[in-house]
C-alpha cells in the first residue's frame, strides 16, 4: 500500500525567525503521524528548517534548482549544493515556474535527472489551466507533462518520483477540483506511467493532489483510490492548520 505524502510548500514567504517558530510548533503537532511530511521553503530558510527539524519527523525540501551542476548562472542553486547542505527534496516544474520564468518540459526533465544523480527525491508538477480544462484537453497536457518529465528514467528512479498533479486553475485560487475529477487525473497519469514503466512502477509512484487543498477537504481528497497526500500552498503557512491536513 502507498504511503501518504503531505508536503507544504511555502513559495515566497517565511523569514528564518518565522521559519524556525514555525517548526517548533509544528513539528511537535504532527509527530505521530504515519504520513511523511515535507517543507518546502525559500533558500534563505534551507539551513534554519533543516537545523530546526533536527530529530523530528519534518523533512525539508526546496522551491527549485538548475540542472547545471555548476557555472555562469547567477543567482541559481545546484542539486549539488542542495545534498551538500542535507536537503531531501526539491520541487520541479511547478506552474508558477513554468508561467513566470519560462519553465519548460525539457528543462523540468533536464532537473529531474540532475536530481536523481544528487540523490535528491525530485517532486514533480503537473497541471492543466482553466482554458485547457474546458476544452477537454486536461488527460492530454497532463499525461503529455509527465511523460516528457520523466523521459530517459529508468524504473527504479520513476518509483522514486513523487508526481503533484496542480490544476493550475485551482492553486490559490479557493477553488478545488472535486474528489472524484482530482482522482480520476491522477488515475489518468497513474495510467500513462503503467504504459511506459509496466504496473509494478505505477502502482508504487506517489502522486499528490495540490490546488487549495486545507483541512476542510483534505480527508475526502485523502481517502480516494489514488491520491496520494497533498502538495499544499497557502494552508502551510499556518502550522496548526497544516498540521490539521497531515493529520487526516
Same mark, same amino acid.
Given at each position: 500500500?502507498?504511503?501518504?505524502?503531505?508536503?507544504?510548500?511555502?513559495?515566497?514567504?517565511?523569514? $528564518?525567525?518565522?521559519?524556525?517558530?514555525?517548526?517548533?510548533?509544528?513539528?511537535?503537532?504532527?509527530?505521530?503521524?504515519?504520513?511523511?511530511?515535507?517543507?518546502?521553503? $525559500?533558500?534563505?530558510?534551507?539551513?534554519?528548517?533543516?537545523?530546526?527539524?533536527?530529530?523530528?519527523?519534518?523533512?525539508?525540501?526546496?522551491?527549485?534548482?538548475?540542472? @547545471?551542476?555548476?557555472?555562469?548562472?547567477?543567482? @541559481?542553486?545546484?542539486?549539488?549544493?542542495?545534498?551538500?547542505?542535507?536537503?531531501?527534496?526539491?520541487?520541479?516544474?511547478?506552474?508558477?515556474?513554468?508561467?513566470?520564468?519560462?519553465?519548460?518540459?525539457?528543462?523540468?526533465?533536464?532537473?529531474?535527472?540532475?536530481?536523481?544523480?544528487?540523490?535528491?527525491? $525530485?517532486?514533480?508538477?503537473?497541471?492543466?489551466?482553466?482554458?485547457?480544462?474546458?476544452?477537454?484537453?486536461?488527460?492530454?497536457?497532463?499525461?503529455?507533462?509527465?511523460?516528457?518529465?520523466?523521459?530517459?528514467?529508468?524504473?527504479?528512479?520513476?518509483?522514486?518520483?513523487?508526481?503533484?498533479? @496542480? $490544476?493550475?486553475?485551482?492553486?490559490?485560487?479557493?477553488?478545488?477540483?472535486?474528489?472524484?475529477?482530482?482522482?480520476?487525473?491522477?488515475?489518468?497519469?497513474?495510467?500513462?506511467?503503467?504504459?511506459?514503466?509496466?504496473?509494478?512502477?505505477?502502482?508504487?509512484?506517489?502522486?499528490?493532489?495540490?490546488?487549495?487543498?486545507?483541512?476542510?477537504?483534505?480527508? @475526502?481528497?485523502?481517502?480516494?483510490?489514488?491520491?496520494?497526500?497533498?502538495?499544499?500552498?497557502?494552508?502551510?503557512?499556518?502550522?496548526?492548520?497544516?498540521?490539521?491536513?497531515?493529520?487526516?
Amino acid at each position: 500500500m502507498r504511503k501518504k505524502v503531505i508536503a507544504g510548500n511555502w513559495k515566497m514567504n517565511m523569514l $528564518p525567525n518565522e521559519t524556525i517558530e514555525y517548526i517548533e510548533n509544528f513539528s511537535k503537532l504532527v509527530k505521530d503521524t504515519k504520513n511523511e511530511v515535507i517543507l518546502c521553503v $525559500p533558500y534563505t530558510d534551507l539551513f534554519y528548517a533543516l537545523m530546526s527539524a533536527q530529530d523530528t519527523n519534518v523533512k525539508i525540501g526546496a522551491q527549485n534548482m538548475h540542472f @547545471e551542476e555548476k557555472g555562469a548562472y547567477t543567482g @541559481e542553486v545546484s542539486a549539488q549544493m542542495l545534498k551538500a547542505i542535507g536537503v531531501e527534496y526539491v520541487i520541479i516544474g511547478h506552474s508558477e515556474r513554468r508561467q513566470y520564468f519560462n519553465e519548460t518540459d525539457e528543462t523540468v526533465n533536464k532537473k529531474v535527472k540532475a536530481a536523481f544523480e544528487n540523490e535528491l527525491k $525530485p517532486i514533480v508538477c503537473v497541471g492543466e489551466t482553466l482554458e485547457q480544462r474546458e476544452a477537454g484537453e486536461t488527460e492530454k497536457i497532463i499525461t503529455t507533462q509527465t511523460k516528457l518529465a520523466l523521459e530517459g528514467l529508468t524504473n527504479e528512479q520513476v518509483k522514486n518520483v513523487i508526481i503533484a498533479y @496542480e $490544476p493550475i486553475w485551482a492553486i490559490g485560487t479557493g477553488k478545488t477540483a472535486t474528489s472524484e475529477d482530482a482522482n480520476n487525473s491522477i488515475k489518468a497519469i497513474r495510467n500513462e506511467i503503467k504504459n511506459i514503466y509496466g504496473e509494478d512502477v505505477s502502482e508504487n509512484v506517489i502522486i499528490q493532489y495540490g490546488g487549495s487543498v486545507k483541512s476542510s477537504n483534505a480527508k @475526502e481528497l485523502f481517502e480516494t483510490s489514488d491520491i496520494d497526500g497533498g502538495l499544499v500552498g497557502g494552508a502551510s503557512l499556518k502550522s496548526d492548520e497544516f498540521a490539521k491536513i497531515v493529520n487526516v
